[in-house]
């Protein structure tokens, strides 16, 4: 018996405290959250269908809704940010047309989960929080990636199902979303879940602990806001005044945010080298100066962590003429043949997000008589940064950044009850 079957039979079936999951070779018991059953519902199969009395639809802040925002207060007039926008290339009624599809798409998804008499609340995502997360059965996030993400980070219950609806397909990549035609056709959607012609799945994310001299535990949320260097910097200063005392050690702190995605640590400043020390696997430390350091789950294998890593056409075909030459070889080495190994070297950087594993990469590594890099990218289970920087940052998910200036100490690694629960529709 397969681990959704156990799940669905003990969430449907009876009330229970615990599910049966199978790894290596013997079931282990997983505790179950209470009332999570009350969100399944049997369907006329026999399966498990899914039906949240409670659902918070979490949704974008368009591009148009920044610019109204960002520039409320400057007594601009609607004709001035016309103006404005146009004088740095965009238009103001392209904005608004792209508003308007995200908004009649967000409509369609609560009108289509108030008619299945599910409860709705409508949420921005700056008024998102923990008490909307408690109150939910389930959420559904009304974006991009960027707002799954977001949606994604407040919710600490691996029994709280999240599910992600792309408002806008043309612009929108919508990688961790339902496919695209469920964006029109939501009440498909609804039913095949209802019917229990979804698959759950769970995937993992990467939890931090956090310690060392003056650390500063309070985020600053870059989610809503659109910062200057300057303005993060000073974020972070005022955080520290209200937090920690310079030269205090503490820790280590588990840290109020999962990474789906990727953890990053890095100098602010793009052109500046990061200097730190590094530890994989509880192997010896190594002093490294690089572009930063880069840790991603296998949900964020196909993002970041794959464009930092992946080879291009032209590299791939000069290597192999350089080991055509230096191995004295008379192989002819079409564009065919060469598609196929850079496809399959990218392909290798990709992994499953049920997979409880990461993979760190080091950007640009800078190696000479004083730094090294042995290892510069490679799965893992656990990651330690000690700071030896004097104004970098530590962001998950590219939405919360912590200061992780010199003195900082920082470990990466991954917990069961951590995974996110979502569902894949074919």
């Known amino acids: 018996m397969t681990y959704r079957k156990l799940f669905n039979y003990v969430c449907v079936a009876r009330p229970a405290v615990s599910v049966l999951k199978w790894k290596d070779n013997v ?3 997983v505790p179950l959250v209470l009332g999570v059953r009350n969100v399944f519902t049997n369907s006329s199969e026999g399966n498990a269908g899914f039906k949240p009395a409670k659902v918070a639809v979490v949704t974008k802040t368009t591009r148009c809704e920044f610019e109204q925002q960002r520039y409320r207060y400057s007594g601009l007039s609607e004709q001035d940010l016309k103006q404005l926008l146009a004088m740095k290339g965009s238009s103001y009624s392209g904005l608004l047309e792209r508003h308007s599809i995200h908004t009649k798409n967000v409509e369609h998804i609560v009108d289509s989960l108030r008619k299945e008499g599910i409860e709705v609340r409508l949420v921005k995502r700056g008024e998102y929080n923990e008490e909307i997360v408690q109150w939910a059965d389930a959420i559904v996030s009304a974006g991009g990636d960027g707002t799954m993400l977001l949606v994604a980070s407040k919710v600490m219950d691996r029994f709280k199902p999240v599910v992600g609806v792309n408002t806008d397909p043309e612009r929108s990549e919508g990688h961790l979303c339902l496919p695209v035609r469920y964006t029109s056709s939501f ?9 229990g012609e979804f698959r759950w799945q769970w995937r993992h994310r990467s939890r931090i602990y956090l310690e060392g001299t003056g650390i500063n535990l309070t985020p600053v949320d870059l989610h809503e806001q659109q910062m200057s260097l300057e303005q993060h910097s000073k974020a972070h200063r005022i955080s520290m005044n209200s937090s920690h005392k310079s030269g205090e050690t503490s820790g280590p702190h588990l840290l109020p945010v999962r990474a789906l995605n990727e953890v990053f640590i890095g100098e602010s400043l793009s052109s500046r080298a990061s200097y730190y020390e590094i530890s994989v696997d509880d192997g010896p430390w190594e002093k490294q100066k690089s572009s930063g350091v880069n840790v991603c789950t296998g949900t964020g294998s196909k993002a970041w962590s794959c464009n930092i890593n992946k080879l291009a056409f032209q590299a791939v ?3 192999l003429k350089i080991g055509n030459k230096l191995a004295r070889l ?12 850079t496809e399959e070297y990218n392909e290798s950087l990709v992994f499953n997000p049920e997979e409880p594993k990461m993979f760190f990469s080091v950007r640009e590594p800078i190696v000479n008589r004083v730094f090294s890099s042995s290892r510069q990218r490679g799965f893992t289970t656990k990651v330690c940064v000690r700071s030896r920087c004097w104004d970098a940052c530590m962001v998950v998910d590219g939405g919360t950044s912590f200061e992780f200036n ?9 917990n069961e009850d951590d995974a996110l629960l979502t569902v894949v529709l074919e």
């Open 317 to 319: 075909e000069d290597v």
């Open 330 to 341: 008379n192989l002819t080495l079409d564009k065919e043949q060469i598609e196929k190994v």
């Open 406 to 414: 010199d003195g900082a100490l920082a470990t990466i690694q991954m």
């Open 187 to 195: 009440p498909e959607a609804l039913q095949k879940l209802q019917r």
């Open 27 to 29: 079931f282990l018991s």
